[in-house]
């Protein structure tokens, strides 16, 4: 919302911009901004005082996955200015039977990147819902991809943690 600018933060207010490659947030996020317009918003949002992280979630793992994180880092190492002071945050994906279900009853595009039971387990949250998330040793495999990519192309954008 770019009439937040406008809006005097104090140096109080922290703003995440979410990425993710495009083509995914096509299927997951329909009809909302572009990823490279909210690239190209982080240096605005920072002049206008505010603290700005991206938040790379959910980071969802399918074919060429890697190739298109490497054109995501690429985009962001090319437009934003701020090297000394974006951070973020990385939140790999969780997901559950009954959104799984609804997204099916409801024919949401993406269900087929969010639901796939070869590479997932299930989960019980420290809240005690039932959750699916990536299998432990293909996700610690997949954040040790994710991360040696991140830090080969931005290693400017200091992770403050990775799940």
């Not at 039977?97 to 409801?106: Q, R």
């Amino acid at each position: 919302n770019v009439n937040l600018i406008n809006y005097d933060p104090e140096g109080k207010i922290r703003i995440r911009f979410s990425l993710m490659p495009q083509s995914i947030s096509d299927k997951l996020e329909p009809n909302t901004s572009k990823i490279i317009d909210r690239i190209k918003a982080i240096n605005a949002f920072i002049d206008s005082g505010y603290d700005v992280h991206i938040n790379f979630s959910p980071v969802v793992v399918y074919d060429n996955w890697i190739e298109d994180y490497e054109y995501l880092f690429q985009m962001v190492d090319n437009y934003v200015d701020y090297k000394d002071t974006v951070k973020c945050e990385v939140i790999f994906l969780t997901h559950n039977e009954g959104k799984h279900n609804y997204n099916l009853i409801k024919n949401l595009t993406g269900e087929d990147l969010l639901w796939n039971p070869d590479i997932q387990e299930s989960k019980t949250s420290q809240y005690g819902g039932d959750n699916i998330r990536y299998k432990h040793n293909l996700k610690h495999y997949y954040i040790k991809e994710w991360t040696r990519l991140h830090d080969d192309i931005i290693p400017w954008n200091t992770i403050r943690y990775i799940f």
